[in-house]
């Protein structure tokens, strides 16, 4: 595990002086949303999972994960299909409080109908201008619907017009969607029982000091025999080994 750890310190140089990843989060909506930790975690699992399978992003929001993701495969000449999905819902400071708050927060004049279709079209633009070349397959889904179609092998027309049969292995999945416990699960059980032996799964805003559900399922995936945790920067990446 040691040297999994220095290679992932020493990725973090290099990204440091990789101008690309300098200047995507000027590029596209949601630069918050990428923990600086994820980059090096991202560009590991790339380099190293297996060559077969599909890459899986749930949440794209504006397309910061999206097109890192694509720009680390390109990097690392992997040309595994890449699948996501995101519902495009706008989450509230107070959504716990009150459920039919209509318009985003601080903003009476601005709705949350007309946030989940610039977000969507900030996304599309976002991944035409930038991996116009390596598009992914992208669904406007909730997971579980997504999985859901992934599990029966549905073929479906993507947001960029392409007819894909979904379905099949998985060597990299971030989970970056829904926060919720339940939807952690979700998510985590359905990569599970798709991802392949040495493939990795990286689940966002899973730090310990963090309120989320996505943090408060690593204890469980700790203790479940087919996966063994890479690292911790501070959030969680798991490799599934065979059991
Ligand atoms: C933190 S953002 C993703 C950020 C993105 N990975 C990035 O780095 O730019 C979370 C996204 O998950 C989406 N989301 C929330 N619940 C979801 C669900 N159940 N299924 C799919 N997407 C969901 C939200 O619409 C939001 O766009």
Redesign the pocket.
Known sequence: MLHKLLSIIKLKKQINSDNFIKRIRSL?I?EG??QDG?IPLIEFAIKNMPNYGSVI??????????N?IIYLMQKHKKNNPVFN???????GFDDQINKNILHIDGREDVLREDY?IY?KNAFINATKFLSLNNLPHSFH????V?FSKWNKQETETDLFGSEIKLGGEINFA?I????SYD?VLN?FENVANHLVIDGYMLI??SAPHLNFGSAKIIGKIKKDNRFVLVAKKPNHMFIKKKH
């Open positions: 596209v949601g949303m990428l994820n992003e749930i949440g794209s929001y504006g397309g910061l994960s999206t890192l999905c995101d519902a495009w819902i706008y989450e989940s977000m889904l909730k997971s579980d997504f971030y970056d969607g829904g926060h939807v998510d966002d805003d």
